[in-house]
């Protein structure tokens, strides 16, 4: 767990790590896979990310989405069209590295063409599962991750790559990767800012998070690693425990 004293701080460090992994490195061309989310710490990451990412080798990574609105690329809540516009339009990345959700089309045969396109690019188990090299999880301040919501039965699919969800308050469609592709990634990373988050966080590793039903909890690494970037005030309740 990682405890910046700002959002700032944390998605310099954020950027810093992206950097140590796809730095310029000639005889290195392995690709890696990065699923990206949205919301608002991914949003101010992107614009940092945008304008300090020299270093960054865009031609081995190849991005992905961990869920999507059912919506066209230019929607207002496409979390494709949010990264296009605060990243995507100002980097040099190849066009076949950005594997978007094509919330436009009809989303359950979407959602199966998106779970083929995970596994063609990915290293995958004996059991069929995409290795993705690096996931980046927001949090909702009801645990939600991706687009797994509590109480939802998207939450229980194991046997899926990528699914169809709804929100719960809003009904708006979404299509999401399921908890068992997050749990097969070599790493997964939390990224979390803001007060409204510090009642969620403070519960997910309170003693009694084993039995929390929520899918921020139920993120158990097969044989990667999780780790958690949080600001000082997401954090805040975790630190008035200690
Ligand atoms: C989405 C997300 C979602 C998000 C959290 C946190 O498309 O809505 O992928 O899981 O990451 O809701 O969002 P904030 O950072 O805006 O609180």
Redesign the pocket.
Same mark, same amino acid.
Do not use: F, P
């Given at each position: 767990m990682y405890i910046f004293p700002n959002s700032q701080v944390l998605i310099q460090k954020l950027t810093e790590s992206l950097k140590s992994l796809t730095v310029k490195q000639d005889k290195d061309d392995q690709t890696i896979s990065v699923v990206l989310? %949205?919301?608002?710490?991914p949003r101010i990451w992107f614009d940092h990310l945008a304008v300090n990412s020299e270093e960054i080798d865009w031609s081995r990574v190849h991005l992905f989405w961990?869920?999507e609105?059912c919506v066209p690329p230019e929607h207002y809540d496409s979390?494709y069209g949010m990264t296009k516009k605060h990243l995507l339009d100002k980097i040099d990345i190849p066009d076949q590295n950005v594997h978007r959700i094509r919330g436009e089309d009809e989303p359950m045969h979407e959602a199966v063409r998106y779970g083929q396109e995970i596994l063609r690019f990915n290293r995958i188990t004996n059991q069929e599962w995409p290795v993705f090299d690096w996931v980046l999880l927001?949090? %909702?301040s009801d645990g939600?991750?991706?687009?797994l919501f509590p109480n939802t039965a998207t939450m229980q699919v194991v046997n899926r790559i990528s699914t169809i969800a709804e929100h719960p308050l809003s009904g708006q469609r979404r299509i999401t990767i399921t908890l068992p592709v997050i749990n097969h990634a070599r790493r997964i990373s939390f990224l979390v800012s803001g007060k409204s988050k510090a009642a969620i966080v403070d519960k997910i590793h309170g003693i009694e998070a084993a039995s929390v039903n929520l899918p921020a909890a139920m993120v158990h690494p097969e044989h990667g690693t999780v780790e958690w970037f949080l600001d000082a005030a997401a954090a805040s309740l975790l630190l008035k425990d200690k």
């Open positions: 989310s %949205g919301g608002n710490t961990g869920d609105r979390n927001g949090l %909702g939600h991750i991706a687009s």
